[in-house]
């Protein structure tokens, strides 16, 4: 397979996309397939079809700078591309690449990833996605409240998870402008209100495993595999709207830094030293479950872990200096 | 431990000394109000000292306090709180007397920290008056004259009134009403006949004092050796008195039949009326859908180990949620009335950090949540601090938060006592 590479003034590969995936546009504005915000290149500047013989036409949109062959070469209406060729768009350069193996899914379907983001750049999606979530903070919060006013309580927390994910939206959108000279803000809060519904769902199957068995080797595990699912569902996401079309590289670092997020989050706070001197906080989260599954209290329910806890304290010998 | 009373401190007396510029404290001549109350003074002064605590290097002052000959072989019974700092930190201190203007070392002998009582020794001493403790049955009302060295400000008599035994206390104290200030810690207290009824220790607001017996005092006497011992045998002693205390005032808690209150739906165990002080409240946050009934009990007073760590013996706290809440929405109530903050006293060197256990058990048709945390005091043997905190829902809108803190206690106490302390809790009938 054959790819289809737009690369920015610099030399740096912005976009991608398999070159039978045709008809297609190149411009700066978000709604084309290939987006560059490199000096020259206009809103819809170019479309890309299938020629005869399997050449790739490349014709201009009515654009000023139209398309060039080499930076100052003369401007064309229309070129064909061949492999290892390129062409000029603006300060922006499309060429074709030979395939890298595992850059797309091959089995004829789009990617669940690709897919996600292909549906986040749609108008209406942009639109909904803080409308949905402000929504289900809402209920989420007003289900949860004790308060006396539960509505303002659902909407605190509703305002409250659409500002985190602005923020989050935002700070991506950031380094998308810095990097690729567009923010796509409307596409990464869309992606990142799938990230956060992953979260929750993930988070809260770790937090019935550490009510179920609390300070267990079996919470720590569903901690760190939740935690490190919610962390590579969320840099896929991101990346992929980034850069449309991932590499595998590109994936596999992806999945080691989710590894390591996921490992960093799960295991900092159990690591964290327990020490509280002056001040103990105690705080708990309740879940709804049957009296029936918990185990019966004995006269040695607490003997095992306080032979624990004996022990660690112990091992716990004075080492401060100046006695 | 929270502070339940003022303690005449050493410290507290050291820093007020400063703020007191020489010559400000000049008197004029005494005016003899009572004629009786000046022949006891006249007799008994010379048996009361005034103690200096100083650090052993600079000999610079860190805390003063009284004490008085009570053998005629030159013993001195004086508080434990004054000469604590000789326990914990052995090398840097000393304690000293005043004994015609010339200050002479002392040795510490025994100490009884549950009865905040120590026993000094040494210096080749001659007592000019001897405050032997003898029983003595006085009546409500009875007149009596404390002495002591208040703010370091020379030798004091004060009158007062004895108001029989403390109620509800986990040691002896007796009640006297009268002005006792910071600096007469260990100070005797007399009848007019001159009699010992008990020893200075502690003030609790206005001209509300009390006064250790003279009972422990004379049993203290009796044990104390003629030899110092070393600090870490004092140390030991602490945590065998402190185990004592225990293993008499709470392994009889939570048992079968024991005392109980009825909380909105939950049956709950509070203290006897011999060693808890119980209180109740309901509280009605204005921007809940819940009430919280709170129900609570301690020990009356704390046992001092050092200027920075106390022993509390045993509180425990129950607090019932209720309100027109669903499933869902009563787990948050009882989520936000669980969350709170406890201060604990306690220097790094003398507490372990504590180590915690979450828990999920059912007990009498209520599913807990629970959290065990528990501490070690570092310098005295099998001496813990224990905290339980547990949570669970009840049958019908309202559910029930409980915390049961054991403070200077045996770990056999919090092992016997936290499965009984949660089985003793229930839904009435």
């Known amino acids: 397979m054959t790819w289809l590479e737009l690369l920015d003034e610099r030399g740096g590969v912005i976009g991608r996309r398999p070159a039978d995936a045709l008809p297609c546009t190149v411009g700066h504005e978000a709604a084309n397939a290939l987006v560059s915000r490199a000096p020259g290149v206009e809103g819809r500047h170019a479309e890309l079809s299938l020629g005869e013989g399997g050449a790739i036409l490349v014709r201009d949109l009515g654009t000023v700078g139209g398309i060039r062959l080499a930076p100052d070469g003369p401007r064309l209406d229309s070129a064909t591309l061949a492999l290892g060729h390129e062409l000029f768009i603006g300060a922006a350069r499309l060429r074709l690449a030979p395939?890298?193996?595992?850059?797309?899914?091959?089995?004829g379907r789009p990617a669940p990833v690709a897919a996600l983001v292909a549906w986040s750049e749609r108008p209406g999606v942009k639109i909904a996605a803080p409308l949905v979530l402000l929504f289900a903070g809402?209920?989420?919060?007003?289900?949860?409240?004790?308060?006396?006013?539960?509505?303002?309580?659902?909407?605190?927390?509703?305002?409250?998870?659409?500002v985190a994910e602005a923020m989050w939206a935002g700070g991506w959108a950031l380094v998308n402008r810095i990097r690729y000279g567009q923010a796509r803000f409307g596409q990464h809060f869309a992606v990142g209100v799938v990230s956060s519904a992953a979260a929750l769902l993930l988070g809260e199957a770790a937090n019935w495993a550490e009510f179920l068995k609390p300070s267990s080797g079996l919470a720590a595990v569903v901690s760190f595999a939740s935690l490190t699912l919610i962390w590579l569902v969320a840099l896929r996401l991101h990346l992929r709207v980034m850069v449309p079309e991932g590499t595998l590289r590109g994936r596999r670092l992806t999945a080691a830094f989710a590894v390591l997020l996921g490992g960093c989050f799960a295991w900092a706070p159990r690591l964290a030293d327990p020490k509280f001197d002056a001040q103990a906080e105690y705080a708990v989260e309740l879940k709804p479950i049957s009296p029936a599954l918990v185990p019966a209290l004995t006269p040695q329910s607490y003997a095992e872990a306080l032979r624990s806890l004996e022990r660690e304290l112990l091992a716990d010998r004075d080492s401060l200096p100046g006695r | 431990m929270p502070r339940r009373s003022l303690w005449l401190d050493p410290a507290?007396?050291?820093?007020?000394?400063?703020?007191?510029?020489?010559?400000?404290?000049?008197?004029?001549?005494?005016?003899v109000l009572d004629p009786g109350t000046a022949a006891v003074f006249q007799r008994l002064a010379p048996a009361v000292l005034r103690l200096e605590v100083?650090?052993?290097?600079?000999?610079?002052?860190?805390?003063?306090?009284?004490?008085?000959?009570?053998?005629?072989?030159?013993?001195?019974?004086?508080?434990y709180h004054v000469i604590a700092r000789l326990v914990h930190e052995p090398a840097r201190h000393v304690v000293r007397t005043t004994i015609d203007g010339e200050l002479r070392d002392l040795t510490l002998l025994a100490i009884d920290a549950v009865n905040d009582l120590a026993i000094l020794g040494g210096g080749s001493l001659t007592p000019g008056a001897v405050l032997?403790?003898?029983p003595v049955s006085l009546a409500k009302g009875t007149r009596v004259l404390a002495l002591g060295h208040p703010r370091d400000l020379g030798l004091s008599v004060v009158e007062g009134t004895h108001n029989g035994a403390v109620q509800h206390a986990a040691v002896p104290r007796l009640h006297y009403?009268?002005?006792?200030?910071?600096?007469?810690?260990?100070?005797?207290?007399?009848t007019e006949a001159g009699e010992l009824v008990g020893v200075n220790v502690a003030t609790f607001g206005e001209e509300v004092a009390f006064l250790v017996p003279s009972e422990p005092v004379a049993a203290l006497l009796e044990r104390a050796p003629s030899a110092p011992p070393p600090a870490q045998a004092l140390r030991a002693d602490i945590a065998n008195q402190l185990g004592e205390l225990a293993k008499a005032r709470l392994t009889a808690l939570f048992v079968r039949d024991g005392p109980t209150a009825v909380l909105d739906g939950f049956r709950v165990p509070t203290g006897s009326d011999t060693t808890f002080r119980c209180w109740g409240d309901t509280e009605r946050p204005t921007d809940k859908r819940y009430e919280v009934l709170r129900h609570s009990c301690d020990t009356d007073g704390t046992t001092l180990i050092s200027e920075t760590l106390r022993a509390g013996l045993a509180r425990f706290e129950h607090a019932v949620v209720r309100g027109a809440l669903s499933p869902l929405r009563l787990l948050t109530a009882l989520e936000e009335v669980y969350a709170n903050q406890t201060p604990f006293d306690g220097t790094a060197r003398e507490v372990t950090s504590f180590r915690c256990r979450d828990d999920n058990v059912r007990a009498t048709k209520l599913a807990w949540r629970t959290r065990l945390c528990v501490r070690r005091f570092r310098h005295m043997p099998d001496t813990y601090e224990a905290m339980l905190r547990a949570v669970a829902p009840g049958p019908s809108r309202s559910g029930v938060i409980t915390s049961l803190l054991l403070s200077g206690v045996p770990f056999q106490v919090i092992?016997?006592?936290?499965?009984?302390?949660?089985?003793a809790i229930e839904v009435a009938q």
């Open chain 1, 138 to 162: 809402t209920v989420m919060g007003w289900t949860l409240s004790a308060d006396e006013d539960p509505l303002t309580a659902g909407l605190a927390v509703g305002a409250a998870v659409l």
């Open chain 2, 177 to 190: 009403t009268g002005p006792i200030n910071p600096g007469m810690s260990g100070g005797p207290a007399v």
């Open chain 2, 415 to 423: 092992d016997s006592l936290a499965p009984r302390y949660l089985a």
């Open chain 2, 54 to 79: 100083q650090e052993s290097q600079s000999k610079a002052k860190v805390g003063i306090g009284s004490g008085f000959y009570a053998t005629t072989d030159g013993r001195i019974v004086t508080n």
């Open chain 2, 132 to 134: 032997a403790p003898t």
């Open chain 1, 99 to 107: 395939g890298q193996p595992g850059g797309v899914s091959t089995s």
């Open chain 2, 12 to 31: 507290l007396v050291s820093i007020l000394c400063v703020a007191l510029a020489p010559g400000a404290a000049a008197q004029a001549g005494p005016l």
